[in-house]
């Protein structure tokens, strides 16, 4: 996990409700990313951000939303527009070709 | 688009074989591959990795071959421990600086 951290571990929200994860990192890496995982499924890219205050849609964005207003912090707000939000969901930094991952925060929404 | 898929979803072995978890990619023009093991509730860990212009890499017990010709990535742990038990997935970059992963192989050693 190094200097990836990601809060809280458990989740749960009610249906309709929006809910923001946390994914802060101290290695300094100018690159962040969203991963969501699935059962059964490779990891789906949400949202990236290469640099503070630019982000960029992956193949997954509709009812996700970030920030990247610091270098260490790059939150990712479910919102109640996403139809299937539970899930587990991975947030990585990237130095040169090589991602780093946080230890992940599981989503549940009834 | 991109497809990167896994021959076996399950692998058991034996302590102390030799594991080998085999991967498909689609793109021919990605250049660079890892290799990732989870650990159940936990985030990927990187294990190794091999560009393009190599076919083989070696690691502490851990052996990453390339298949251009067939597009296909091996990786082979040698003497298997319990604590490899884990999901182990590949995962490629594309041209545009994208990762594609895997669905994971999940290993399971027997003691």
């Known amino acids: 996990d190094g200097g990836i951290t990601q809060s809280p571990k458990y989740l749960f929200r009610k249906e309709g409700q929006n809910v923001t994860l946390s994914c802060e990192q101290n290695l300094n890496h100018d690159a962040m990313y969203w991963y969501r995982q699935d059962p059964g499924q490779g990891l789906r890219l949400i949202y990236y951000?290469?640099?503070?205050?630019?982000?960029q849609k992956g193949d997954i964005a509709e009812g996700y939303s970030v920030s990247r207003e610091k270098k260490e912090s790059f939150p990712l707000t479910v919102t109640s527009a996403q139809k299937n939000p539970t899930a587990f969901y991975l947030c990585a930094t990237g130095f040169g070709y090589e991602q780093y991952f946080g230890p992940g925060t599981r989503l549940t929404v009834t | 688009g991109e497809s990167v898929g896994l021959h076996l979803p399950t692998l058991s072995v034996q302590e102390g074989d030799n594991s080998i978890i085999n991967c498909a990619y689609s793109n021919s023009a990605s250049d660079y591959f890892i290799w990732y093991k989870q650990e159940s509730g936990k985030g990927p860990q990187f294990i190794i990795d091999i560009r393009s212009n190599m076919d083989k890499r070696q690691g502490q017990r851990v052996t990453v071959l390339l298949n251009k010709t067939v597009k296909h990535l091996s990786l082979q742990i040698a003497a298997t421990q319990p604590g490899d038990s884990a999901v182990y997935f590949c995962a490629e970059m594309n041209t545009g600086n994208q990762f594609y992963f895997g669905t994971g192989t999940s290993l399971t050693v027997i003691p």
């Open positions: 951000s290469q640099i503070v205050n630019d982000f």
